[in-house]
């Protein structure tokens, strides 16, 4: 294969992408081909339009009045719009605070359901901000964790156990963890599971509720392009929301906020994982960026996401893999997620010039550069773009 080839290939696979035409709905600068959707989705146009209207008429003009026009709803009118990218029903998800706090309360829920368990199991790879805070419940409720590689995980799993936690796709490798049988052996044990969804949602399917899946959280500025920091979301089983409490008891999870009781009433239902205060302007642009969702499955999305990625593949194979870089990413599509990974020595570098040039990736120490190939925007051309400069370095 020659770039003339390559080039042949992407333009006929971009001609049959049924999805191809959801490009124009993103904003992204002339000159750019962006690979970072794993780290920071893209401004959409329908983010900026109803971001200008909220500031000129529901904060300007209406000003208060907005709380109960609007704004109030918000969390759990997004945490629905959200729930089918994930396989939940409605009212089982809210949409607040970030991912990290989330994963706070989730555990601390998890292991108040099972106060005779000793043990949180995670994932010794998972992104850091999990692991310290999964350290911190473990330390706050004498508990132990377990960290190990995600291939020991379902062997670590014992009647010690109160929780596993793991994040779904490995946000180094884009290595997919096994959902399945991690979910069945910490129930097969008593135990229950918080997923991390971070770069799953909007890239990866996944079924909560076939799964049977307890608690799941995840980011909302990554695959579902909600803005820089866009509220993350919680997911709570339906079996659990009228017994699971959550440590961080605050008005907006009271059952009635606006009567100013002196005592704490968890609200019935999801609303309960609510704290404080709603972040309206990044829930606007995240809600307005899910819109694009509708009308989409996920199964076209794998597909195209999984025809990217291996299209990346193909090509690294042809014109990289003598270069000095080498493959981070699991080869069966079935084992990945929506990002590729390449190793390479001076990778740090490398990703900055080719930003100095308008093709925007990420690097993680200490020589992974990431290419996240999102299904909503980016395209075989813009691999082909990507591999000519890498190749050229
Ligand atoms: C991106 C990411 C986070 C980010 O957490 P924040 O609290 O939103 O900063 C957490 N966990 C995983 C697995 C992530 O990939």
């Known amino acids: 294969m020659n770039f003339t080839d390559a080039e042949q290939l992407a333009s006929q696979l971009d001609a049959s992408d049924t999805l191809a035409s959801l490009r124009g709905q993103f904003d992204i600068p002339d000159g750019i081909v962006y690979f970072d959707g794993n780290s920071l ?34 969390p759990a009118r997004i945490g629905n719009v959200l729930a089918p990218i994930i396989g939940a029903s409605p009212n089982t998800v809210t949409v ?52 190990v590689p995600a291939d020991r995980i379902i062997e670590s799993i014992s009647e010690r156990t109160a929780v596993v936690t793991a994040t779904h796709v490995d946000y180094r490798s884009a290595q997919l963890l096994d959902a399945e049988g991690i979910t069945l052996a910490a129930h097969s044990h008593g135990a229950l599971v918080v997923w991390d969804l971070a770069h799953t949602a909007g890239a990866v399917p996944f079924d ?7 608690f799941a959280v995840g980011c909302g500025y990554k695959y579902l392009n909600g803005g820089p920091g866009a509220p993350a979301f919680i997911y709570v089983a339906p079996r659990l929301l009228d017994t699971a409490s959550q440590p961080l ?16 009433r968890p609200a019935v239902g999801i609303d309960r994982y609510l704290t404080g205060t709603a972040n309206v302007l990044s829930m606007k642009s995240l809600e307005a ?46 084992s990945r997620g929506s990002h590729v990974a390449l ?51």
């Open 41 to 74: 989705g893209p401004l959409t146009y329908r983010s900026r339009e109803v971001l200008t209207r909220t500031i000129e008429f529901e904060w300007r003009e209406r000003l208060i009045r907005s709380w109960n026009e609007d704004w109030l709803a918000m």
């Open 96 to 147: 607040c605070d970030n991912t990290s706090i989330n994963v706070h309360k989730a555990l601390m829920s998890a292991v108040a359901l099972r106060p005779d368990r000793t043990e949180i199991v995670i994932d010794i790879n998972n992104f850091p901000t999990d692991i310290y805070i999964a350290q911190s419940v473990a330390d706050q409720n004498n508990l132990t964790l377990i960290a």
């Open 208 to 214: 909560v509720t076939a799964l049977d899946v307890d």
């Open 249 to 264: 008891q605050g008005w907006w999870g009271h059952e009635f906020p606006f009567e100013f009781e002196t005592s704490f």
């Open 289 to 334: 960026a899910l819109e694009i969702f509708s009308g989409v499955s996920m199964v076209e999305l794998r597909a195209k996401s999984q025809s990217l990625t291996t299209f990346f593949i193909d090509l690294f194979d042809a014109f990289l893999a003598e270069k000095g870089f080498s493959l981070g990413t699991p080869r069966d599509p079935e």
């Open 343 to 393: 190793g390479f020595a001076g990778g740090k570098a490398l990703v900055e010039t080719m930003a100095e040039q308008g093709v925007i990736a990420d690097f993680r120490p200490p020589d992974l550069m990431r290419f996240g190939c999102a299904p909503l925007y980016n395209s075989h051309m813009d691999i082909v773009h990507l591999v000519k400069m890498l190749a050229a370095r």
